[in-house]
């Protein structure tokens, strides 16, 4: 879905630069896509062990996340039966 925008609106933005919010060129679709990935490594952070990095080795880390991983998965599984 495309918002009509009013020129000045647009030059206002970009004048702005990063400062300026949503940017000239959004994709609604886009954002879609990130909006999902951004909760999903949310709902990994929500598991406090790799949130703070407690496990210092990278193959215990790894380890954290396909377990947190498989956790989210039968959630999901469960969820839907």
């Given amino acids: 879905m495309v918002i009509p925008e009013k020129a000045d609106q647009q030059a206002n933005r970009k004048r702005k630069g990063s400062a300026g919010g949503r940017p000239v060129g959004f994709n609604a679709d886009l954002y879609r896509q990130h909006n999902t990935v951004e909760r999903c490594f949310q709902k990994i952070k929500a598991w406090r ?33």
């Fill in 49 to 81: 062990g790799l949130a703070t990095r407690y496990d210092k080795s990278p193959d215990s880390y790894e380890a954290g996340l396909h377990l947190r991983g498989s956790i989210m998965w039968l959630k999901l599984l469960t969820s839907t039966t």
